[in-house]
């Protein structure tokens, strides 16, 4: 009897502990380039106690904090299960130093994870990517977390559709691929915005488990923009078009048209999820009208972006929701402007497209799913991301990195210059 009644004290004791635990630790960038935001979960509240980063230039010295902020939110399943999100901004860093850090509070601490503060004088080195998840897309995280181990990125960015999906199961299934990724994101910048699959119960898992930069206009991670060095990148929510959403849909249009007004990097990126040029077969996806209103839009009620990142000489347009890889020509109005080297293309009169949704999920397209549109250059079967690097004000290249198999072949090299 005495012996249940310690070992159920126990049980109770442990776990109350154990869910304070540190879950999910991940990096984004402010847009500050001093700065570095670190988000992590706890499933328990932290009542009386303070959530914090402690940070360093060694392991054993982490003499440096930051405070964080707790929000509470209920996952929108009929249980409404409670979770934790605490973020903490490091500040004043020094561009190119290692840290080390560690996420918490007096309840529990993390383990010790590092990261190396962006050198923007240096080329940008990005993988860029669209729908994964755990299942399917393991081989594609082990890649990143071999890369991150390695050194071979300054930012990762997933353009849409994240863990299918973040709020399944009680929203267990976000956190087990929170959990999954926290070898990569607990390391390298790991960027976001909303797919279809986040759009559920106003996209609440997607508002509540991240830190982007914040647009102005919402706080809510949906569409936002940073400079690195000579890019200035530019996330969109397709979604609110999709959903039609005509109010939030105006005010983002309003924001960009700012946003593009303003800008001054050589370089500009553009990233949203569903897209607009593609050679599926299916009408469903790529073509229907509800990717297509992004595109060409209708009347006031919902401005179409495709002329807006024309007149501001966007230079390159990534997306996703179709599961694979496809390479486009540059595109105006559904021309496409071919040049006599595909690999290779100088002073495009037009944005670059390029469809990167094939990281890994539970279906998938092959070439042999398409009807090839002749604006398209290269399209791909295998899973895998997009690797970009900008070297300076008059080179970039992408190309795909193939991630069914462990050596991780790149299979798309392409060049994109300007004067
Ligand atoms: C969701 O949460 C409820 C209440 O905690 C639990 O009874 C149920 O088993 C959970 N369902 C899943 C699929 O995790
Ligand atoms: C920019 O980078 C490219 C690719 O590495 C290189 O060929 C070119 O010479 C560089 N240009 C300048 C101005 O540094």
């Given at each position: 009897m005495i012996l249940r009644l310690l070992l159920a004290t126990f049980v109770v004791c442990f776990g109350a502990v154990n869910s304070k635990k540190v879950e999910q630790v991940h990096l984004s960038l402010s847009g500050n380039p001093d700065?570095?935001?670190?988000?992590?979960?706890?499933?328990?509240?932290?009542?009386?106690?303070?959530?914090?980063?402690?940070?360093?230039?060694?392991?054993?010295?982490?003499?440096?904090?930051?405070?964080?902020?707790?929000?509470?939110w209920a996952d929108q399943g009929k249980h409404g299960v409670m979770r934790y999100t605490h973020r903490a901004?490091?500040?004043?860093?020094?561009?190119?130093?290692?840290?080390?850090?560690?996420?918490?509070?007096?309840?529990?601490m993390s383990d010790t994870f590092h990261f190396?503060?962006?050198?923007?004088?240096?080329?940008?080195?990005?993988?860029i990517f669209g729908d994964l998840s755990i299942y399917k897309g393991q081989q594609s995280i082990d890649q990143l977390i071999a890369a991150k181990k390695e050194n071979q990125f300054d930012i990762i960015i997933h353009i849409g559709d994240l863990a299918y999906d973040l709020h399944d199961?009680?929203?267990?299934?976000?956190?087990?691929?929170?959990?999954?990724?926290?070898p990569f994101a607990a390391y390298v910048p790991y960027m976001v915005f909303a797919g279809n699959h986040e759009v559920d119960s106003n996209f609440n898992h997607i508002v509540n488990r991240f830190t982007m930069p914040k647009n102005g206009v919402y706080d809510n991670n949906l569409f936002w923009s940073f400079d690195y060095g000579f890019v200035h990148f530019v996330a969109l929510n397709s979604e609110y078009y999709a959903e039609e959403m005509s109010k939030e849909t105006q005010q983002q249009y309003k924001w960009l048209e700012q946003d593009l007004a303003q800008n001054?990097?050589?370089?500009?990126?553009?990233?949203?999820?569903?897209?607009?040029?593609?050679?599926?077969?299916?009408?469903?996806?790529?073509?229907?009208?509800q990717d297509i209103l992004s595109r060409d839009g209708l009347k006031d009620v919902f401005p179409g972006l495709e002329e807006l990142l024309n007149q501001h000489k966007v230079d390159l347009i990534l997306y996703g929701h179709k599961h694979t890889y496809e390479r486009m020509w540059?595109?105006?109005?559904?021309?496409?402007?071919?040049?006599?080297?595909?690999g290779h293309?100088?002073?495009?009169?037009?944005?670059?497209?390029?469809?990167?949704?094939?990281?890994?999920c539970h279906s998938h397209e092959d070439p042999s799913d398409h009807i090839i549109q002749d604006f398209s250059v290269k399209a791909l079967g295998e899973y895998g991301y997009t690797f970009l690097t900008v070297y300076n004000s008059t080179?970039?290249?992408?190309?795909?990195?193939?991630?069914?198999?462990?050596?991780?072949?790149?299979?798309?090299?392409?060049v994109l210059e300007k004067n």
């Open positions: 700065e570095m935001v670190v988000t992590w979960l706890t499933q328990d509240p932290l009542p009386n106690v303070t959530p914090y980063v402690a940070f360093g230039l060694t392991k054993d010295d982490l003499r440096l904090t930051a405070k964080g902020v707790s929000t509470g901004t490091m500040q004043k860093l020094v561009p190119g130093q290692l840290y080390y850090y560690q996420v918490g509070s007096s309840a529990a190396r503060q962006p050198d923007q004088s240096l080329p940008l080195r990005a993988a199961q009680n929203g267990s299934t976000g956190d087990d691929y929170m959990n999954a990724i926290e001054t990097k050589k370089w500009t990126i553009v990233m949203f999820h569903r897209p607009w040029y593609c050679s599926s077969k299916k009408k469903k996806g790529c073509h229907d009208d540059p595109i105006y109005n559904q021309s496409p402007f071919k040049s006599a080297d595909s293309i100088k002073n495009a009169p037009a944005p670059v497209y390029i469809l990167t949704g094939g990281a890994g080179h970039l290249s992408t190309d795909f990195v193939d991630t069914s198999d462990t050596t991780g072949k790149f299979l798309d090299p392409f």
